[in-house]
């Protein structure tokens, strides 16, 4: 069965630091994963997805790297905003199609 | 494109009662999963739809069922209503199994 975790459960940061979200999973046949973001009583926005074959996607001040045989993958955030309050979920599709999501990263990125 | 939409946005419902809730997906995406959000068991897949047929089912109780149109529109219902099924449920859909799944912005169930 897929489990997935995410460290630290909260984290907080003074605004401009750089930062690092670490997910790690147990079962490494994954088709993607995905990290997304939620805002408290809200829906799950989709930050970026990697293949399983992809060792990384970018977009914008995010980055995300996939290391599948080690059951890895890090949300590097850049140059951090309060904007960026939110928590951070990855997920991983495996067998059967459906996501398994970790616990979230809960992040607080103070003025 | 609309976004994933839900229907009704929160609803309150006793112990007992039965509910159903809605689901339009993006149009053109045929697959429609339903997760659970709770504060202690977090995101918890429940089932996902393809073409109206169930192509997975999670570990939750046959009190929770579901269907979906030819329109893929989806509904699911949870019958015989306990405390603990209070939770943000959650749809998604997508185009293909190797894209981006896009969530709604749920259904907040309060069962008193």
């Known amino acids: 069965k897929q489990e997935v975790t995410q460290i630290p459960a909260a984290l907080s940061v003074p605004e401009g630091e750089n930062l690092v979200l670490n997910c790690s999973f147990t079962?490494?046949?994954?088709?993607?994963l995905q990290w997304f973001r939620q805002d408290p009583g809200k829906g799950l926005t989709s930050l970026l997805l990697?293949?399983?074959?992809?060792r990384e996607q970018t977009s914008g001040r995010l980055n995300a790297s996939l290391d599948k045989s080690s059951g890895r993958s890090t949300l590097y955030i850049a140059a951090s905003q309060p904007g960026d309050s939110a928590t951070y979920l990855c997920?991983?599709?495996?067998?059967?199609?459906?996501?398994?999501f970790g616990g979230g990263t809960r992040l607080m990125v103070k003025p | 494109k609309a976004g994933v939409t839900q229907t009704p946005r929160y609803l309150i419902k006793t112990r007992g009662q039965q509910v159903t809730l809605s689901c339009s997906p993006i149009?053109?995406?045929?697959?429609v999963s339903w997760y659970q959000q709770t504060p202690g068991q977090g995101l918890q897949f429940l089932f996902e739809y393809f073409s109206e047929t169930q192509r997975n089912k999670g570990n939750f109780p046959g009190r929770f069922s579901g269907r979906q149109f030819s329109n893929s529109r989806s509904e699911m219902n949870v019958s015989t209503l306990e405390l603990g099924d209070s939770a943000l449920y959650l749809c998604a859909s997508r185009l293909l199994v190797q894209e981006t799944q896009y969530f709604g912005p749920g259904t907040r169930l309060l069962v008193l």
């Open positions: 990697i293949q399983s074959s992809q």
């Open positions: 149009s053109g995406h045929r697959s």
């Open positions: 997920a991983v599709t495996n067998a059967g199609n459906m996501l398994t």
């Open positions: 079962d490494s046949a994954i088709y993607n």
